[in-house]
């Protein structure tokens, strides 16, 4: 009788709170992704003291649903401010977030940074560097990395349940552009789905091969001429390692059948994700020599991913440990994504290495 193999039910993939939890968490940005942080602040038990938003009925709006002994701001220097805040969630576009990330490490808070986490590589590095200067965490909310199954083949791949991995393939088919029609800041962006949209994925094909240099992207975006919303919502993505190889498809105004998948071969197993909801709750299959197994996923990309992504924050915070998410470990995937940008715009294929920024 052969060995028992690895069992798919025994792969962690699910937030872990913080022993303590007592750290105090400000927002500032209190949009629309703000609410789904505040949901899962309130259900993990997470104390949110204080919201800021420029636009002061927002931050009202969010106190009144989610932390009604919260104070609100709209000036984010007045959050800062205060003694009891520790932890900083800046939840703004990439436009102004850096500012704010200055002020805040500048205040002596630790921050957690929405995504895209910024436009230039350099930047990224400088505002590492200043929050070690400083002595603070700075972690970047790649919330894509709880999501459960991204967070379930991360942690497949750390067991060493796949072995060395060879190849990565996904896929999404959904209806962003629909999503999106009403928000002018999303509707217009030329690059909302390698860029806004696309960071995770990117983030993931770098987490998926960490340790390992891409050496070549190639990107290309199409319109769709059903899509409801003015710019690309089709793109392909193909990203060579020396020996391996890694494949995006996004097919973002696809209005019937939504589907999301991936194929993750290695030299010891195969991991393959399949849904209908494009974010979300799906199951996984893990193939090795030892037989197939397949899994339903708990959980779904905002409720695990918003609360994952805080959850490291303060857990790393009480260890006195880098955090999983620190904002380091983000630049390699914005690399990736800042090469299929310059890819899809240019026609060419891209060394990742000699990219720096989302921008010409
Ligand atoms: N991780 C995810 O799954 C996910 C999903 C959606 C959005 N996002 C990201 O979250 C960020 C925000 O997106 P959104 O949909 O909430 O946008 P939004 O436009 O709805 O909200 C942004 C908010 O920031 C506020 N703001 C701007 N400058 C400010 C300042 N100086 N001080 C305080 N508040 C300020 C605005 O008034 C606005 O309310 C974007 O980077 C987006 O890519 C992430």
Known sequence: MSAPGPRAADVPYLPVDPAQGSARIGLIGCGGISSWHLRAYRDAGYSVVALCDVVRDRAVERQQEFFPAADVYDDHHLLLARDDV???????????????????????????????????????????????????????NQNGRWAPHFAYLLSAIRQGLLGEVLSADFWVYWPHDETVADHPVFSRMTELVLFDYGIHWFDMVAQVFAGKQ??????????????????????????????????????????????????????????????????????????????????????????????GSMAEVLTAREEGRPAANDASTVLPGLQLCYAALRSARDATTVDPRLVNSADR
């Open 214 to 307: 891409a050496t070549e992207v190639t990107a290309r975006v199409k319109d769709v001429r059903t899509s409801v919303i003015p710019v690309p919502t089709n793109a392909q993505v193909g990203i060579e390692f020396p020996d391996a190889q890694a494949s995006l498809t996004f097919r973002g105004s696809s209005h019937h059948a939504e589907w999301a998948g991936y194929r993750v071969e290695g030299t010891g197993g195969v991991l393959s994700y399949t849904s209908d909801d494009y974010l979300g709750e799906g199951t996984v299959t893990l193939t090795t020599s030892a037989g197939s197994e397949t899994l339903p996923l708990q959980g779904s990309w905002f409720a695990n991913g918003m609360h």
């Open 86 to 140: 520790d932890v900083v969630d800046i939840a703004t576009h990439v436009d102004v977030r850096p500012a704010l990330v200055r002020d805040a490490l500048a205040a002596g808070k630790d921050v957690l940074s929405q995504k895209p986490f910024v436009r230039d590589v350099s930047e990224g590095h400088e505002l590492v560097e200043l929050a070690r200067t400083h002595g603070r965490m700075l972690a970047a």
